[in-house]
């Protein structure tokens, strides 16, 4: 690839040991959360990776942070390898990628201050003075449309659109190139979603930031993604730019997510034609062999249960994971 | 029913709800003044964002709004009879075979320690004591059958943590429906749930409806669900209606500018790519400390052109070609509300 990454991951793998086997001595079931994952986030843009609960889309999100170690595959920020920056490494490396959680009041200590809370990415860096630290602060605050004057409130004392702006506001404090935002608005009501959805596009231009933006509400990630990365059970299915995915998805999960999409409008309902897929997402302890999604798929047939299919580009940066793409 | 009083009627008719919660911080009015009718076989939705009121609302239908500081007075008529003016034993013995309901969180709205197959069975015989044991077995496979449940022999004697989130609410489904109720309230039914189950089980209870004839009313903060298994819509906003009517012009024609807001916050699978959201200013407001007046008018860009009404005077409901909305704005700007938001 010859486009401009910021973040790169290689072949990136997640194995959670599972079960209490230890016990009887017997090899322990594995969860696949990640399984070979790799992308490329182009600089100033917006990648989301989207799919349904237990797809492993947070799993990756703290992996791309280094929040928990990868059990194979590289990151590579910058140019620079996270997988194998050690403690003090880290140290630096914090500066340049953040994290923005779903819940902003399970993220934020109740027993400090919003301004505290803000700055405490400051105090670990260790570059600021205390009174260069509150001023940068207030200016953070101002920045993400918080009133500067109630630094010293707690955390109970905001709505939850307000704690995500003072999450967004921590994660900005270092000045960071890539922000990985795990679920940012999902705990959000609609109005006070497209508020946070602003602010954080009006950051992006303003600052040339570069997002990987975990989602499952596919509308969300229709108006805020450059480009789509959707997963199943630990694997990419389909990426591309998002207008190509959105307008002729090829996979079909994800032409099966985007028409369960409920429209909030009832002649495009009605218009509409949706696959409703049978059954439940498989356990990642157990996947099934071949390709994953085939135990749900409408067109599996039987290679598709022999051959796992690899992601395979079929026009200009569009790929695919499917023996028999439409 | 057939008498005389019933005919025509509407099956379920609230009137003038109102429910406050003491606490320490003072009285939470989360329902001020609800009133509506459900007719039988129908579908109602109720809309609204968090704190607006609407399972407050849903759980004051069956009496299920606990604990030593709730005030609710008005009415909820099933049938012409008042709930809330029911002993306790006549309300019982209405919850789960007149009026039945589906929560958010399947998981919790089921017993741990007792097998799907059982719960479904004492549902059933709560209201139909002296069932044979084997003739409740008989109805409990039935059920699991009819909610799609696969191979309901072996899985009447698993637990619920065997199931699956979307398992689990088939079953809660199951329960709400093994009584066919009258009415089957759902309150963010597939809230929980991935949007391909969501798909299933919205699929689900409209096929249920129309098997049962059960009238639904419909709770939910997501104006896509609303759209896709609704006729009826009412939007909440800080314990009152503030817009009532059908769907499609909910959707086509909004009147009320919180409703025009929140449609227009709504993200579509059709918007554009980096277009500016648009989003309503501010937050909602505190059910213990209401603004005067109009409760949206702080969020409101139309209040300032009101001169000051908004913050003092209550709005009234006006009715808005087919539409009922709670504004001060004069009739003939409500109905072009909507024209501007395309």
């Given at each position: 690839m010859t486009a401009d990454l910021i973040l790169e991951a290689r072949q990136l793998r997640k194995y959670f040991p599972t079960g209490a086997s230890k016990m009887l001595q017997r090899p322990t079931d594995v969860v696949q959360a990640v399984d070979d994952v790799s992308f490329g986030l182009r600089r100033g843009s917006t990648l989301a990776v989207v799919g349904e609960?237990?797809?492993?889309?947070?799993?990756?999100?703290?992996?791309?942070?280094?929040?928990?170690?990868?059990?194979?595959?590289?990151?590579?920020?910058?140019?620079?390898?996270?997988?194998?920056?050690?403690?003090?490494?880290?140290?630096a490396l914090r500066r340049e990628i953040q994290v923005v959680f779903q819940d902003p009041y399970a993220c934020l200590n109740p027993r400090h201050s919003i301004g505290q809370s803000i700055g405490t990415p400051i105090r670990i860096q260790g570059t600021m003075n205390k009174t260069d630290e509150k001023a940068r602060v207030r200016e953070l605050m101002a920045l993400v449309g918080l009133n500067p004057e109630h630094y010293n409130r707690f955390p109970h004392e905001f709505s939850g659109g307000q704690r995500q702006r003072a999450g967004i506001a921590r994660a900005l404090a270092l000045q960071p190139k890539v922000i990985v935002a795990d679920e940012p608005v999902s705990a959000l009501d609609v109005s006070i979603q497209s508020q946070i959805l602003n602010l954080m596009e009006s950051l992006q231009q303003d600052f040339g930031l570069s997002y990987v933006f975990i989602a499952h509400d596919l509308a969300v990630v229709r108006h805020i993604a450059d480009e789509v990365a959707v997963m199943y059970l630990g694997k990419i299915v389909e990426t591309g730019d998002t207008n190509t995915v959105y307008g002729s998805p090829r996979h079909p999960y994800t032409r099966a997510l985007l028409s369960a999409v409920p429209e909030p409008d009832p002649k495009a309902s009605s218009r509409r034609q949706r696959i409703v897929l049978q059954g439940d997402v498989p356990s990642p302890v157990n996947p099934p062999s071949g390709c994953r999604f085939r135990t749900r798929c409408p067109k599996a047939q039987d290679l598709c249960a022999q051959v796992e299919p690899p992601l395979v580009d079929h026009s200009g940066g569009h790929l695919v994971a499917c023996h028999f793409p439409d | 029913m057939t008498d005389a009083n019933t005919i025509g009627s509407p099956l379920l008719s609230v009137r003038d709800l109102q429910?406050?919660?003491?606490?320490?911080?003072?009285?939470?009015?989360?329902?001020?003044?609800?009133?509506?009718?459900?007719?039988?076989?129908?579908?109602?939705?109720?809309?609204?964002?968090?704190?607006?009121?609407?399972?407050?609302?849903?759980?004051?239908?069956?009496?299920?709004n606990f604990g030593a500081d709730v005030k609710i007075t008005g009415q909820v008529l099933l049938e012409g009879r008042d709930?809330?003016?029911?002993?306790?034993?006549?309300?019982?013995?209405?919850?789960?075979?007149?009026?039945?309901?589906?929560?958010?969180?399947?998981?919790?709205?089921?017993?741990?320690?007792?097998?799907?197959?059982?719960?479904?069975?004492?549902?059933?015989?709560?209201?139909?004591p002296g069932?044979?044991?084997?003739?409740?077995?008989?109805?409990?496979?039935?059920?699991?059958?009819k909610v799609g449940i696969p191979e309901p022999k072996k899985r009447i004697d698993q637990y619920p943590h065997e199931f699956s989130g979307g398992m689990r609410q088939r079953i809660v489904i199951a329960i709400a429906l093994v009584n066919s109720?009258?009415?089957?309230?759902?309150?963010?039914?597939?809230t929980a749930l991935d949007v391909t189950v969501q798909a299933q089980i919205l699929e689900l209870i409209a096929a249920m409806q129309s098997e049962h004839g059960s009238a639904v009313i419909l709770?939910?903060?997501?104006?896509?669900?609303?759209?896709?298994?609704?006729?009826?819509?009412?939007?909440?906003?800080?314990?009152?209606?503030?817009?009532?009517?059908?769907?499609?012009?909910?959707?086509?024609?909004?009147?009320?500018?919180?409703?025009v807001g929140l449609l227009r916050?709504?993200?579509?699978?059709?918007?554009q790519r980096h277009s500016r959201l648009e989003a309503i200013p501010g937050t909602p407001p505190s059910l213990i400390n209401l603004p005067k007046g109009c409760p949206f008018h702080p969020r409101c860009a139309h209040a300032a052109s009101l001169g000051g009404r908004c913050n003092a005077d209550e709005p009234a409901l006006q009715q808005i070609g087919r539409s009922e909305t709670r504004c001060h704005l004069d009739a003939q700007t409500l109905a072009r509300l909507g024209e501007v938001r395309a």
């Open positions: 609960s237990g797809c492993g889309k947070s799993t990756l999100g703290r992996l791309l942070a280094r929040l928990i170690e990868p059990t194979a595959g590289t990151v590579i920020l910058d140019g620079v390898d996270v997988t194998a920056a050690r403690p003090k490494e880290l140290l | 429910v406050t919660f003491g606490t320490r911080e003072g009285d939470v009015r989360a329902v001020q003044g609800v009133s509506f009718d459900v007719r039988a076989g129908e579908t109602v939705g109720i809309v609204g964002e968090s704190g607006s009121g609407k399972s407050v609302t849903a759980n004051s239908l069956m009496r299920l709930i809330l003016a029911m002993s306790e034993e006549e309300v019982r013995s209405i919850r789960g075979r007149d009026v039945a309901m589906i929560f958010q969180d399947p998981l919790t709205a089921l017993n741990p320690f007792y097998t799907v197959g059982s719960q479904i069975a004492e549902a059933y015989e709560i209201h139909h069932t044979p044991k084997k003739q409740l077995r008989e109805i409990a496979l039935d059920s699991l059958a109720p009258k009415l089957l309230i759902a309150d963010e039914p597939t709770i939910t903060h997501d104006l896509g669900v609303v759209a896709e298994i609704t006729r009826r819509v009412m939007v909440m906003y800080a314990g009152k209606v503030v817009e009532s009517a059908s769907v499609d012009d909910v959707f086509a024609t909004p009147t009320h500018p919180y409703t916050s709504v993200k579509s699978l059709e918007t």
